[in-house]
């Protein structure tokens, strides 16, 4: 099967432009997760899917990004306008059910974005 | 506040030694705990995960160990190989709802042949 596909790979933007990234989960996953790594630092949790409606978007930075996963298929994640911190790899995951140990998260290679 | 401290940075292992790497919790009410692999330009990979009710779960040359108690755990490899040379990061959440995985951040590790 088909892993967890996101595109672009690699972005580089100004300071203020906009930068939408997609994910495509594994077919028939219900549950999308995106994740951020900053630099060095932990990886960690922006939001959560289940099909079209977000769960839990407790992790997102504030109001410059918007998630969506219209049809409940992919996703994408726009950053607009971007800052300088928002660099990073942004990894998106999926898994088949929502929680449980035999269903685990399978991530994509990530979007490593750069702000310039 | 990172709930999930993981220890060392960085760590160069001989071939054929052994790696260890550790990590402590905060969240006493987190109860799966994963360790994942990854290599440069792929995302990360579940490795090897526990449960606290067990002390020690083994996979081939991956062990984890957990002490309750003291709300830490580690990832052993034996036989380290040149192939493990990747970034190892463990994890937490609770296993019931959704995969809100609290990372440590990372060990980079080098085996070297």
């Known amino acids: 099967e088909a892993g967890v596909t996101q595109f672009p790979s690699h972005s580089v933007i100004e300071k203020g432009q906009t930068v939408t990234l997609r994910c495509d989960p594994i077919s028939g996953h219900d549950n999308l997760y995106w994740y951020r790594r900053v630099m060095g630092k932990e990886i960690k949790f922006l939001l959560h899917f289940v099909k079209e409606s977000k769960q839990d978007e407790s992790g997102m930075p504030n109001n410059r990004f918007l998630a969506e996963r219209t049809g409940g298929t992919y996703s994408t994640l726009k950053v607009q306008p971007a800052e300088l911190e928002d660099s990073g790899v942004y990894f998106c995951?999926?898994?088949?059910?929502?929680?449980?140990?035999?269903?685990?998260?399978?991530f994509g290679n990530g979007t490593r974005l750069t702000v310039t | 506040q990172q709930q999930v401290k993981q220890s060392p940075q960085s760590l160069i292992v001989q071939k054929g030694g052994i790696s260890i790497i550790n990590c402590a919790y905060e969240n006493t009410a987190f109860d799966y705990f994963p360790w994942y692999q990854q290599f440069p330009g792929k995302g990360p990979a579940l490795l090897i995960a526990i449960r606290p009710d067990v002390s020690e779960k083994k996979e081939g040359r991956f062990t984890i160990s957990f002490n309750k108690s003291a709300k830490q755990f580690s990832l052993h490899i034996m036989d380290s190989q040149p192939g493990d040379s990747a970034t190892y990061f463990c994890a937490a959440t609770l296993i019931q709802g959704a995969q809100k995985l609290v990372f440590g951040q990372g060990t980079r590790l080098t085996i070297n042949p």
């Open positions: 995951a999926s898994s088949l059910m929502t929680g449980g140990s035999n269903s685990p998260l399978h």
